[in-house]
């Protein structure tokens, strides 16, 4: 880690997540763009974050942007993206976990899932760098042989390069936002995650704070991670009314009391 950024390890193992919710926040919601474009938020430094983002998960350049589309765009990509990542994972765990266990571990390490919503964006890409890994990994060489037969193994299995490619246009659209990707540059083979964390966190952490100051609803600020929901204290419950007591009947001093009543 840098000495000049004097962040745990925590904290920078948390920037990738909390910058994914930041720029889709952005990417979603032309009231934020706006509102951060006062402040210098260019397409080039939203182009940035991404591509900072992208090398944290193995990928080194964002895709190059052609001119602004429809922003309905971006929900549906999600939505098909989410259900590619739900389907070709469990295909990929149940091909590979007991006849390439070795490759089933080097796909799902670190305990890598698909999730829901913003963190399928990065599973789905950080399992697409794998997948190429699997035959252009420099430090996999010793291992190419029994690679490329899980890889065709997987493609048996329908994660063909047409699929994996329509994953690769999804991931383009939604990090794009409102802007539609041309073709991508190929990813470099080579990275530091340790030095691509401090940038993106350099990078998050500067226009977070900008945000807080340009954005000032709450709901706005919901959208990008940088405020939480307000929970909803349950209605305390109105104090019970006593159970009424039955009356008694007093009886004056050296009187006997009533008889009790005949069988």
Excluded: C
């Amino acid at each position: 880690m840098d000495d000049d950024v004097p962040v745990s390890s925590d904290v920078l193992n948390k920037a990738p997540g909390r910058a994914l919710n930041f720029l889709s926040g952005i990417s979603r919601n032309l009231i934020i763009r706006q509102l951060l474009e006062g402040y210098g938020y260019t397409d080039a430094v939203h182009e940035q974050g991404w591509a900072l983002l992208n090398a944290t998960g193995g990928r080194a350049k964002l895709p190059a942007l052609a001119p602004t589309t429809s922003p309905a765009d971006v929900p549906g990509a999600l939505v098909e993206l989410t259900t590619w990542g739900t389907r070709y994972f469990t295909l990929a765990d149940a091909s590979l976990r007991h006849a390439f266990p070795a490759q089933h571990a080097y796909l799902f390490q670190g305990g890598l899932k698909m999730q829901q919503g913003n963190g399928g964006v990065l599973a789905v890409s950080t399992f697409l760098d794998r997948l190429d890994g699997l035959v252009a990994d420099p430090a996999r060489k010793d291992t190419r042989g029994e690679d490329e037969a899980a890889l065709l193994r997987l493609e048996a299995r329908s994660i063909t390069a047409t699929a994996r490619a329509r994953a690769g246009e999804l991931i383009a659209t939604i990090q794009a936002g409102a802007q539609t990707p041309v073709a991508p540059e190929a990813p470099q083979a080579a990275f530091d995650h340790s030095a691509a964390k401090v940038a993106l966190y350099k990078w998050f952490d500067e226009w977070s704070s900008i945000a807080r100051v340009a954005v000032t609803r709450r709901d706005l600020l919901i959208r990008i991670g940088l405020a939480s929901p307000r929970s909803r204290k349950a209605p305390k419950e109105a104090a019970k009314p006593a159970a009424p007591v039955a009356p008694t009947r007093s009886v004056p001093p050296g009187r006997p009391s009533a008889a009790p009543a005949p069988n």
